[in-house]
């Protein structure tokens, strides 16, 4: 059963479409699974986390492992925008079960790899140990190309989380470079990757630039999900490029940013979910992790294009709103 494959896990993300075409490709999958599966992925890509679960839960028991691994995904990431913490935690455990039976069942290599591809992807975007995970490099060979790009994806994720930012930034360009075609949806979290890789190193001009590069891939599909969930890892990025220019994107980005941390520091870190994400703005939130991390005012007003007595006015009340009083206490509630 588990060597029995109808079509690639998550095959909107598996998929080589110029952008524009998503819902095209989406029409276009002969297997009813694969179609609402993709369906639900384009849901969830472009924000519509209620439509994306109201599908994905029909899958979570399904007997093709593709389809059951790719809805115990998207059941679990819509949940959180739409705060139910505990759907998400069942979610991943459906994850965690995929590859138990796999292991029991002497699976294929293909199948292995998307196991272990699914375990990472729901722990390392979470933040969370990968403990008892086969390393995913391993499987990348037998993964498909879409697939295998989003895979190192979650492998620069995670190096820049470590601050490895050359290994991350290395990492992103070896997947520009072996990519036949385009693949929207992983090309967009690698961007993601990179401009938060060259914001900490503070290269703020060549960021901006591929930020918009990416914001330019993803509008013409709406897929505002890679800036919603890398919004406070952007380190202000989306408030200097986007904000300005298109007020109306910035308000919908701000509301998913709201939901979507909340339900992530319920799983993360539940203990502080409430003064963070139900106290603090998109913006507040980007000073503060920015602050944590060392910047001065200067450096972050300039980054922000704002004044210097702005920052201070934001810390002051970023202060005021966590109860604390020094920079480095800031940490613990911008663990991101």
Known sequence: MYDSFSAHLMPLINSSFAPGQAQATVDAFQDPGQRQIAQAELYYFSGRAQECRNIA????????????????????????????PSASRMGFRNIQECLRLAEENS??????????????????LMHLPADGLPPLKDFLPYLPAGIRAYAIYILAHNAYLNEEYERALGLCQS???????????????LYCVIIMCLNNQKKHEEAREILMKAWNMAKPDG???????????????????????????????????????????????????????DKLTPMEFSIAMLASKGWTNREIADHLSMSVNTIKHYLSRIFQTLGVEKREELKPFVNK
Request: net charge negative; hydrophobic share 45%.
């Open 57 to 84: 839960e029909l899958y979570l028991q399904d007997k093709d492992l593709c389809l059951r691994l790719s809805a115990g995904l998207l059941y679990s990431f819509s949940n959180l925008t739409l705060g139910n």
């Open 107 to 124: 699976a294929s290599e293909e199948v292995m790899a998307s196991c272990v591809f699914a375990g990472y992807l729901a722990t390392v």
């Open 223 to 277: 897929f505002l999900e890679p800036f919603i969930e890398h919004h406070g890892l952007m380190l202000g990025q989306i408030e200097a490029c986007i904000k300005p220019t298109e007020p109306e994107n910035y308000k919908r980005l701000s509301q998913a940013v709201i939901a979507f941390s909340r339900g992530w520091m319920d799983i993360h870190n539940p203990q502080l979910q409430s003064s963070v994400t």
């Open 175 to 189: 997947v520009f470079l072996m990519l036949d075609g385009c693949y929207p949806i992983a090309m967009e979290y």
